[in-house]
């Protein structure tokens, strides 16, 4: 038959247009519609036709987007073995029996019989093998047929969750919101989202508001639990995750920050426990054991043992990269980086460094500072730092240049364009970074704004376009300890980030990365300042005030109050932990442990060590 436009056969008596359409399409009369059965996805109709000499029977199933036909005369059957399907798949999953749950989702699929439940059942085991991104388009067809089924929109946002895709998961837990706002589970990964998006004050409240519904929730608990590990208030994360674990025992995230606490207080082999039998539960998601698994590796460097810790990190960034790479595998961040830094090393000085026509500022802002460099190299210490003073304001990681990037640099060959583009094309750009900044509530005028974001590097020539007069500090930190830390950290992953998976990707980058930096100072006219993190905690003054001299601040001794605002900042990193216990030269030199693993790469890293004035060894 032709492929179905959109009637709505929902209706117990159908229109008269209906009746015509139907009749068209089928080739005769119809003499009797009956409602058969009706659900949450979809309804199914039994329609007698006259064709003129015979009756046929066309059992019609019509979704909440969509049709779906079978014709023949044994329409009751057909009902009662889709019914008895769905029943048996629910009931195994019930049980639990996922296994048979699943075989049955997956071979009432094949028949061509389409439902939410079977589809959720088939992502659920697709997402335990490991396959998210094939489980999300299984999600996707749920939710497409069945746009109000909220259970199907809330597996789909948790399967973006997975991908780290926050946005999109986040957009799913609205609908569900909107329909119905005292759904615990949605506040809770509601908050997961937003906590991944690093709207940490918007994420407590989420969990606030699940935990306001049902107090026991384990997700929620679990969830204010990370938020106070990740501020480095470890009391109170343990206080949440044991409540977390009173409800459902071994959960996952409480588990892991339990294990971190451990590690804070000293109690690395009690921590090493706790997750080494968390690794031993086979319901752990691939993501979960291979963010468990890294924090083994911490613990086992917390007891110096740095070739166990090495191979867990490896275990670790080896499943993440299995997991992401549709995502990241095939487009990679250090070949974008190799092209421009080709597209430089031919370019003319002379045609970048003139500068470009400025129209009226209209963001009344006083200074514009970006503090730039590489993950872990020392950035979020600055930026705190900064922000600490009273002409001071700041934004951490935002993606402030996504339209000028879209525009101007999506790929290195648009540079050219770049480079001849209009007095007005650049103050559109221009107009859209500081709406953007608007947009996250940060009020410039008469501030100097501080932009802080490692791999901003890479927008060098952007900067210099748009913003010829801003000031930049370079972060720097001994390259050893920058790729050993890159290695060992867990970040939210992206095209970047992928690249840190191995030791040898992560010096690779570092130093194309590094090389750009270089060329960008010879090509571009921009006024930078190097500041050497090993410099900064440990002649803290001097340095400080170097640095503000730079960018035409005074020495303000709020400064240096630093800790407790970290405890109070509503973004959270890595560093974030670190910070709240002030200065501390505890992770300079880390590298030394783990000379014999970084063996492979000290050549690669050996020329950025004697240019940034380290000690070869």
Not at 351 to 364: I, V
């Amino acid at each position: 038959m032709p492929g179905w436009r959109t009637v709505d056969f929902r209706r117990r008596r159908p229109s008269p247009q209906t009746l015509d359409w139907v009749e068209r399409v089928g080739g005769g009369r119809v003499v009797a519609w009956r409602r058969m059965t009706g659900g949450v996805a979809s309804v199914v109709h039994r329609l007698t036709i006259d064709r003129g000499g015979f009756r046929d029977v066309l059992v019609l199933r019509q979704y909440e987007h969509g049709f779906f036909a079978h014709v023949g005369s044994d329409t009751a059957a057909l009902v009662r073995d889709e019914v008895a399907t769905l029943r048996a798949v629910h009931e195994a999953a019930r049980s639990g029996n996922h296994a048979h749950a699943a075989a049955l989702a997956e071979a009432a699929l094949a028949a061509g019989l389409e439902h939410p439940l079977l589809l959720n059942v088939a992502a659920l085991v697709l997402e335990q093998q490991g396959r998210i991104s094939e489980a999300l388009e299984l999600l996707e067809r749920a939710v497409r047929l069945a746009p109000s089924d909220l259970g199907s929109r809330n597996a789909l946002g948790l399967c973006f969750l997975q991908l780290e895709r926050p946005r999109e998961a986040l957009e799913q837990f609205e609908i569900i919101l909107k329909a119905n706002p005292d759904v615990p589970y949605a506040h809770a990964s509601h908050g997961n989202a937003q906590v991944m998006l690093g709207e940490i004050a918007a994420a407590e409240t989420s969990f606030k508001r699940a935990l306001e519904i049902e107090p026991g929730h384990a997700i929620a608990l679990a969830g204010r639990a990370h938020i106070a590990s990740s501020r480095g208030d470890y009391p109170a994360a343990r206080d949440w995750a044991e409540k977390a674990l009173q409800g459902v025992p071994g959960f996952p995230g409480a588990v892991m920050t339990l294990a971190a606490a451990d590690l804070h207080q000293r109690r690395a082999s009690e921590a090493e426990g706790r997750l080494r039998a968390l690794l031993e539960d086979g319901r752990l998601t691939d993501l979960e054991r291979a963010y468990a698994t890294g924090l083994l590796g911490d613990s086992l460097d917390a007891q110096s043992n740095p070739a166990e810790a090495f191979a867990a990190y490896g275990a670790c960034n080896a499943a993440l990269g299995r997991l992401y790479a549709d995502l990241y595998g095939d487009e990679r961040a250090v070949d974008y980086a190799r092209v421009m830094l080709g597209y430089f090393e031919r370019a003319k000085p002379g045609a970048w460094q003139s500068r470009p026509a400025m129209g009226p500022d209209f963001s009344g802002v006083s200074g514009h500072v970006f503090v730039l460099g590489f993950p872990r190299s020392g950035t979020t210490l600055l930026e705190v730092i900064l922000e600490g003073h009273s002409r001071v304001v700041s934004l951490e990681e935002q993606e402030l240049f996504a339209d000028g990037v879209q525009q101007f640099m999506r790929r290195p060959q648009d540079l050219d364009g770049l480079l001849r583009a209009t007095p007005q094309a650049l103050e559109a750009a221009r107009a859209a970074y500081w709406r953007r900044v608007a947009q996250l509530g940060v009020d410039v005028a008469g501030k100097v704004f501080v932009d802080k974001h490692p791999l901003n590097t890479l927008k060098l020539p952007l900067i210099a376009r748009l913003f010829p007069d801003a000031k930049i500090l370079l972060a720097c930190r001994d390259p050893r300890d920058i790729v050993l830390s890159c290695f060992r950290h867990r970040f939210r992953m992206s095209a970047p980030i992928y690249e840190l998976l191995s030791i040898e990707g992560a010096a690779r980058y570092y130093d194309t990365v590094m090389q750009l930096m270089v060329r960008f100072n010879a090509t571009l006219a921009q006024t930078i300042c190097l500041v050497r993190h090993e410099d900064l905690v440990t002649e803290f003054a001097r340095e400080m005030k170097r640095i503000c001299a730079f960018l035409g601040l005074e020495w303000d001794p709020a400064m240096a109050d630093f800790a407790l605002r970290t405890q109070r900042r509503t973004v959270l990193t890595p560093s974030t932990a670190q910070l709240v216990r002030g200065l501390n030269t505890e992770g300079i030199g880390q590298w030394r442990r783990y000379r014999a693993e970084l063996e492979p790469v000290l050549p690669v890293l050996k020329p950025w060590i004697e240019r940034f004035y380290y000690e070869p060894e």
